[in-house]
């Protein structure tokens, strides 16, 4: 991947992702950032795809890791 000198060229990279993905196909994005990794979002990665895998759904549903979406907060 190159890297990303201006905006334009950060919208072109988001407009070629969005033209490579099928609106109509389920996408799950797992955390897979530092913190996530450290409370063990690995095993729930690798659990999602055998589950996937297992229901034959391989192909139909994509599952995606992320960097740290960053703090949340929570209302109480
Ligand atoms: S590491 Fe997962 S939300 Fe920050």
């Known amino acids: ?4 000198k201006s905006p334009d060229e950060l919208l072109k990279l988001q407009e070629n992702i969005r033209a490579s ?11 897979a950032g530092t913190g996530c990794l450290a409370y063990g979002t ?3 990665i690798d659990n ?15 599952v995606r ?3 740290c979406h960053g703090f949340v907060n929570e209302v109480l």
């Open 42 to 44: 690995q095993k729930l």
């Open 48 to 62: 999602f795809k055998a589950e996937i895998e297992r229901r034959n759904l391989t192909g139909t549903v994509d």
């Open 1 to 4: 991947m190159n890297k990303i």
């Open 65 to 67: 890791t992320s960097g």
């Open 21 to 31: 993905r099928d609106p109509n196909k389920p996408c799950v994005t797992i955390c």
